[in-house]
Nanobody, 124 residues
Framework: QVELVESGGGSVEAGGSLRLSCTIS???????MGWFRQAPGKEREGVAV???????RYADSVQNRFTASKDKSLGKMFLQLNNLRVEDTAMYYC???????????????????WGQGTQVTVSS
């Protein structure tokens, strides 16, 4: 049973930064891993996905502001959030898929395993 645990969320002012972490309970190997978020009253949306070879794809809304990375030796995936905006406020979730290449479209329906989420709140 794979378990994912997110941490690092918090409350910041617009323009601030946060670093989220996701710990996976098994060796991540070459799995596809990703970050998604869900704001109140909205559908879950993709933020960034990391292929098994380390290639990263971002949603247009976070390109050049967020940076996703992973460290296999630590069993962790990270999301650096810079220049945060009010509209980035959401619960952030990490996910994993037992394939090396993530689906091209950042569609949450392609993923079955999720962490419990960590809340990011950005105030103006």
């Amino acid at each position: 049973q794979v378990e994912l645990v997110e941490s690092g969320g918090g409350s910041v002012e617009a323009g601030g930064s946060l670093r989220l972490s996701c710990t996976i309970s098994v060796y991540m190997g070459s799995f596809c891993m990703g970050w998604f978020r869900q704001a109140p009253g909205k559908e879950r949306e993709g933020v960034a996905v990391i292929d098994g070879d380390g290639s990263v794809r971002y949603a247009d809304s976070v390109q050049n502001r967020f940076t996703a990375s992973k460290d296999k030796s630590l069993g962790k995936m990270f999301l650096q959030l810079n220049n945060l905006r009010v509209e980035d406020t959401a619960m952030y979730y990490c996910t994993v898929r037992d394939q090396s290449v993530c689906p091209w479209h950042l569609n949450p329906a392609s993923y079955r395993i999720w962490g419990q989420g960590t809340q990011v709140t950005v105030s103006s």
